[in-house]
């Protein structure tokens, strides 16, 4: 599936845009997220045998050094060395051996898996289902048989979720890549895979720029190259989603009001003089 928006309205995935397609509900800048589903066989999943490898080989390692330790403590210099040419590193390797084959026969016997990825606003989140579900499968992983009861039919078949992963930004510390496979491995703490996103060629372009958007501004995570925002593109984001400020032009100033045409000095004085040369008298000039 390529790049969706959540619109949480109508509760479902509908294609990216403004607006959702169904009830027009606007979408926000953080709706955007990429789905999509891979199926896995864990005997044939080098991660899954990464995952046993990263407690199998420390664990061992550590049972070594503490036996070496409490030899040295307890019989000095010589006493370790009668342990290391003595059948005690032969037995842990036997040990490590007989543990790798009853990992690759649980392995074998678990059949195969369905993984849903979601990497959204929140952070990435991993999704675990085990398809047409046994007690032997689930005994293989060791989970408890009992869990065949909440599997619900999906088209048919029967899907029981057996875990999920969920990932915030805020905590991941370092992020790798390995196109090869087309999986974004991403760590927290930096020494700690936490989450193998198996990507496909179809979504890896949409991962990318999920990742890079969520954390290619921040400085103390370790990321490669291709997720590093440059600092002029930075700055170039940062000048764009600031507010640019309003310039105020003031109003013109108002056209003031014609003023009225002057009198001349000669008419007013003529008018003046016509009115006081016009007396009472003059409308009785006729009685006599």
């Known amino acids: ?163 999920e992963k969920d990932l915030p930004w805020r905590n991941v510390a370092r992020v790798q890549l390995w196109p090869e496979k087309c999986m974004i491995l991403y760590y927290a703490p930096s020494w700690w895979l936490r989450i193998a996103a198996a990507c496909t060629p179809f979504i890896w372009g949409d991962v990318m720029g999920l990742t890079r958007e969520k954390l290619g501004k921040k400085r103390k995570i370790k990321l490669p190259p291709s997720l590093v925002i440059p600092a002029e593109q930075r700055a170039a984001r940062q000048a764009a989603s600031r507010p640019k400020p309003q310039v105020v032009f003031p109003d013109p100033d108002p056209e003031p009001d014609p003023e009225p045409d002057p009198v001349p000095e000669n008419e007013s004085s003529e008018g003046q003089m016509s009115l006081f040369d016009e007396t009472p008298g003059d409308g009785g000039a006729t009685h006599e």
């Open 1 to 163: 599936m390529a790049l969706t928006a959540y619109c949480k309205k109508c509760a479902r995935e509908v294609d990216a845009g403004e607006n959702c397609p169904y009830c027009g509900t606007k979408l926000g800048k953080n709706a955007a997220r990429a789905a999509w589903c891979v199926e896995r066989t864990p005997v044939k999943d080098w991660m899954s045998w990464n995952a046993i490898m990263r407690i199998l080989l420390p664990a061992a390692l550590a049972i070594l050094l503490l036996v070496l330790v409490a030899e040295g403590i307890a019989g000095g210099i010589g006493a370790v060395e009668k342990m290391l040419v003595s059948g005690f590193p032969a037995v842990l390797l036997i040990l490590l051996g007989t543990i790798l084959a009853m990992a690759f026969a649980a392995r074998l016997l678990q059949g195969k898996e369905l993984t849903d990825y979601v990497v959204d606003n929140r952070g990435i989140h991993e999704i675990h289902y085990l398809p047409d579900p046994t007690a032997l499968k689930l005994i293989t992983r060791l989970r408890s048989p009992s869990l065949l009861k909440q599997a619900e039919q999906g088209n048919g078949v029967a899907v029981l979720k057996l875990g």
